[in-house]
């Protein structure tokens, strides 16, 4: 679906007639934070925002705009695409104000002054699950890159008009509406919990499910007629995971799928709600859109996972202080652990590929340098570092894999120690009761302190030993001696690597009368020789490096050296590589097979 800016409409027009002034706020007292948004009369790519608000006490208010945002643990500064503020009073008189650091901005006040009215532009072009994107018919944003927020007051009730709606259109929510152009949120915490998708036109269905309403919402090209399907298998998922977590905790949930041209799978969690943006032709058929399910059950899993049972760190939010916490293995990669136990205790996934894609995923990994020399609780820390224009890419992990991993060992460390009494689920609920349900967040520690109320305090040394192997020490997995004693067949083999892999080249693809690197493993004989990801080989030992057949280097004998010839960008180089057998990486063949049905799968 193009993405283009309609004529103004009579709606937009006569709005415009009664004028777009600060002015236009009712001034009785204020009781809650209001905002507007407009977009018909701006450029492509622009929000304005117009914000009313009681004064602070004393002579001044800040108002901060967010630098993270719940889902994504990196530093987004969404006050770099803010510009045109001004303040006034509730009389249109200006104030005086001065931005005091990168994402504040400070309204003084002196005297009598009823309420404080803030306008400002936000830059908007960015497309994904987390963001926000003006263009014209279709308008969609995620309020925490977009709202300040009163500094001292985020508790505060704030109202969301949307004086550009035009009353034919459609909007997919979860914030609480009053009319089509106005919401309704008990905080800013709420408020920047539910993104909006609004257009002329959106594709939209809704079932009910264990007692909650459960709406999709498509925006782009729809091929498939009939989402029955569609929804009766979201609704097998959530009622999977409501009985893995003990109860569903809402009244009504919104799946929002943005559907676009091109590759693209990213989504985003909140409370009631889930944000995708994914490929149009995962939606050309009933068929089609079970390729959905899976990102699908992820978000959903959430519902308890982050979204009320989260760390400490993160209760409650602090959008302008990055949360440090080792705990992300957890939030995350026991999701991702559980996505496919979902799919697969639902019945939307055969028990044979469940076993055949987890086999295939540890092996993956543990044949992956980062994964074997850094810990879960590190990759938590480090994701800060992700954005670091000094971070290379080889160190560039994943929490949600690591986490993954993280997961099924701790779910099988637990059946194992319990004799079949406890698996995952049960550690889970235990800790669902323990802090969501007091209204705290997980300490650091709470994970596998719960471990160990679930085993008995007999049991702490044999856990404390599993978290300083696995998840916080880097100790290399042997599966077959971690499942001794469960039902499940092992085929594990280690050797050296073969081929370009040999000498460090874990990936590459043909150029030209060459090969481009594509993934290097630091450390190995082609890193020392200097070579890196993205260089392209064109030549070894003088002949076309495309004619050299991988079992080449299989042959080089304890200090070989070959001549390579390469090109970095438009620069040629030369070097000698030297062949030392202790630089060889290690290679894991993994297959794992359950010996009884459903074993792993059912809780």
């Known amino acids: 679906m193009p993405l283009h800016r309609p004529a103004l409409s009579t709606f937009g027009r006569m709005h415009r007639l009664l004028g777009a002034a600060l002015v236009f706020f009712p001034t009785k007292a204020m009781s809650e934070v209001v905002y507007r948004l407009f977009w ?88 994904d699950a987390g963001s926000s994107y003006q263009g014209g018919s279709f308008i969609y944003f995620n309020p925490i890159t977009l709202f300040l927020y009163v500094v001292g007051r985020i508790e505060e009730r704030c109202r969301l008009e949307l004086s550009d709606m035009p009353p034919t259109w459609a909007v997919a929510t979860a914030l609480p509406a009053k009319s089509k152009q106005e919401y309704e949120a008990a905080s800013y915490h709420h408020l920047v919990d539910a993104p909006f998708v609004i257009a002329p036109t959106l ?33 097998k998922i959530i009622q999977t995971q409501k009985k893995i977590w003990g109860e569903l905790p809402l009244s009504e949930y919104h799946f929002i799928y943005i559907l676009v041209p091109f590759q693209m799978r990213h989504a985003v969690e909140h409370e009631n709600c889930a944000v995708f943006v994914l490929p149009q032709s995962g939606a050309r058929d009933e068929s089609s859109l079970k390729s959905f399910l899976s990102i699908s059950a992820h978000e959903f899993f959430h519902v308890w996972n982050v979204k009320r049972l989260r760390p400490a760190a993160m209760w409650p939010y602090d959008y302008n202080r990055p949360p440090m916490t080792s705990l992300h293995w957890f939030t995350e990669g026991i999701t991702d652990y559980y996505t496919s136990l979902s799919l697969a205790r639902a ?33 938590s820390l480090d994701s800060w ?30 059946r194992r120690e319990s004799g079949g009494r406890y698996s995952l689920d049960d550690l889970l609920r235990y800790l669902y009761r323990t802090y969501y349900k007091q209204g705290k967040g997980v300490p650091e520690e709470g994970v596998m302190e719960g471990v160990i109320q679930l085993l008995s305090q007999q049991k702490r040394a044999v856990v404390e030993s599993f978290w300083r192997m696995y998840v916080e020490g880097r100790e290399r997995v042997s599966y077959r001696d971690f499942l001794a004693g469960l039902p499940v067949e092992v085929e594990e083999e280690e050797r050296p690597a073969q081929g370009w892999e040999r000498i460090g080249i874990r990936q590459w693809v043909p150029e030209g009368e060459g090969i481009r690197i594509t993934e290097i493993e630091p450390l190995s004989c082609a890193a020392m020789l200097g070579l890196s990801q993205n260089d392209v080989i064109y030549t070894v030992d003088t002949r076309s490096a495309k004619e050299i057949d991988p079992s080449y280097w299989d042959h080089l004998q304890e200090g070989a050296q070959v001549l390579i010839g390469w090109r970095r960008n438009d620069e040629v180089e030369e070097g000698i590589l030297r062949f030392e057998a202790r630089r060889v990486p290690l290679r894991k063949h993994l297959r794992l097979k359950p010996q009884k049905e459903g074993f792993g799968i059912t809780s």
Request: proline share 6%; hydrophobic share 40%; charged share 20%.
């Open 385 to 414: 570092h992700a954005t670091s224009p000094y971070r290379p890419s080889f160190l560039q992990a994943s929490f949600y894999a690591s986490g993954k991993r993280l997961g099924f060992l701790l779910d099988m460390f637990l």
């Open 203 to 235: 594709r939209q269905a809704k079932t009910t499910c264990e007692g909650a309403s459960i709406s999709v919402h498509f925006w782009g090209e729809v091929g498939a007629q009939n989402l029955a399907p569609f929804l009766s298998d979201l609704c």
């Open 40 to 127: 018909a009369e701006e450029p492509p790519y622009t929000y304005r925002v117009v914000m009313r608000l009681a004064p602070s006490k004393g002579s001044y208010t800040d108002l901060r705009m967010p630098a993270w945002r719940p889902g994504r643990y990196i530093l987004q500064n969404y006050a770099g695409a803010l510009y045109h503020f001004s303040a006034q009073d509730a009389h249109g008189r200006p104030l005086p104000w001065k931005k005091i650091d990168k994402d504040t901005w400070r309204v003084f006040h002196q005297g009598k002054v009823s309420a404080i009215e803030v306008s400002y532009r936000v830059d908007a072009r960015t497309l």
């Open 347 to 379: 019945g939307l996934l055969a028990e044979s590929e469940y076993w055949a894609q987890l086999s295939s995923f540890l092996q993956k990994l543990e044949n992956t340098w980062v994964y074997q020399n850094f810990s879960p609780a590190e990759q």
